[in-house]
């Protein structure tokens, strides 16, 4: 069950790589109808340009929600803990929603709206964060980290707690931004706060998570492997962030004609991805694995 979760996660991964590829190539919109392309379940002889990533993404989509209702079904009959249903519920109505978003914005022609786009992204980086909990919630270690708890006799200051779920919300308010930016609803002054804003959130949050392990002087590689790993991916993202800046600059005639900003950009839209779901993963492992009381030290 858990490899299967962490096939969603996966698939839903290069289903967001293949949305920043359609916005890129503006390809949105490049399929007139829904569900079916061209009134066909495959448009031969349409199968060009733009079309190719709208339609690749459409089959990704579908395989998709494929996956999470098979993880549903399983989740319904296998697992015995009640909660879990409900989240891998909220995964399947959140695939459900993109496709009636997509269903309803092509029909009424509003596909390219910023409104439209920017729900269409939320809703992304949400099931992004469910499918990602539910490959927390599934894994072996999620048992192990219970019994680990008592490794930690005394909870933490709760500030790793609050930092930790403000640097998640904060990331994903983020990738709003980016979106918003990227299709001209907000200036670049308001992303890039958004990004020092985020930057410093995520870095506090790894510091005080690996922290724990100096306090206690014990390692704990389920919670400081996701740290550490947010610390680099949020490097990356901040270095490709800013070679989009200055290419899309160099290009502001036109900024999307150029390679090297379709480029950078979809690999700004993964590393925001992959972002979030090493933020997520620690979230809720910190959550699993230490225990929160009044009493702070
Ligand atoms: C935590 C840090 C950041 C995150 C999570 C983030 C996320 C995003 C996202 C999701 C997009 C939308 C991409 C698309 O729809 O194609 C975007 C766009 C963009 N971001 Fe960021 N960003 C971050 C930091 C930065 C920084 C530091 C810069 C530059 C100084 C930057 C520059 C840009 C540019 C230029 C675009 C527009 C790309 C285009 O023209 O297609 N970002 N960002």
């Known amino acids: 069950?858990?490899?299967?979760?962490?096939?969603?996660?996966?698939?839903?991964?290069?289903?967001?790589l293949l949305g920043a590829l359609v916005a890129n190539f503006n390809a949105v919109g490049s399929i007139p109808d829904w569900p079916l392309a061209f009134g066909r379940l495959v448009p031969v002889g349409h199968l060009s340009g733009g079309v190719v990533y709208e339609y690749?993404?459409?089959?990704?989509?579908?395989l998709v929600a494929l996956l999470l209702l098979g993880l549903f079904v399983w989740?319904?009959?296998?697992?015995?803990?009640?909660?879990?249903?409900?989240?891998?519920s909220l995964a399947l109505v959140l695939i459900l929603a993109q496709a009636a978003l997509e269903g309803l914005s092509v029909r009424t022609g509003t596909t390219a709206t910023a409104s439209v786009l920017v729900t269409h992204a939320l809703l992304a980086e949400l099931l992004l964060?469910?499918?990602?909990?539910?490959?927390?919630?599934?894994?072996?270690?999620?048992?192990?980290?219970?019994?680990?708890?008592?490794?930690?006799?005394?909870?933490?200051?709760?500030r790793v707690f609050f930092i930790t779920t403000a640097a998640t919300a904060?990331?994903?308010?983020?990738?709003?931004?980016?979106?918003?930016?990227?299709?001209?609803?907000?200036?670049?002054?308001?992303?890039?706060?958004?990004?020092?804003?985020?930057?410093?959130?995520?870095?506090?949050?790894?510091?005080?998570?690996?922290?724990?392990?100096?306090?206690?002087?014990?390692?704990?590689?389920?919670l400081t492997r996701p740290a550490r790993a947010c610390v680099w991916v949020l490097l990356f993202e901040l270095v490709i962030g800013?070679?989009?800046?200055l290419f899309r600059a160099g290009f502001a005639h036109a900024p999307h004609?150029?390679?090297r900003v379709l480029i950078t950009s979809v690999i700004h839209t993964g590393f925001s991805a992959a972002l979030l779901t090493a933020e997520v993963m620690l979230l809720i492992r910190l959550y699993r694995m230490v225990p929160i009381t009044e009493h702070a030290i």
């Not at 069950?1 to 967001?16: E, K, P, Q, W």
């Not at 270690?141 to 200051?157: D, H, M, N, Q, T």
């Open 242 to 245: 800013i070679l989009t800046f």
């Open 75 to 88: 989740l319904l009959i296998a697992d015995r803990r009640g909660w879990i249903k409900w989240v891998g």
């Open 257 to 259: 004609e150029s390679e």
């Open 170 to 222: 904060a990331l994903v308010v983020q990738v709003m931004l980016g979106v918003a930016y990227r299709h001209n609803l907000v200036v670049a002054t308001t992303h890039i706060v958004g990004a020092l804003v985020a930057a410093a959130l995520i870095l506090w949050a790894s510091i005080l998570v690996v922290g724990l392990e100096h306090d206690r002087d014990r390692a704990f590689p389920y």
């Open 56 to 62: 690749a993404h459409r089959i990704v989509a579908a």
């Open 129 to 158: 964060g469910v499918v990602v909990s539910l490959t927390v919630f599934t894994s072996p270690g999620w048992v192990r980290a219970g019994e680990l708890r008592s490794g930690f006799p005394k909870a933490p200051k709760p």
């Open 1 to 16: 069950m858990n490899r299967f979760s962490v096939a969603a996660a996966a698939l839903t991964f290069v289903l967001i």
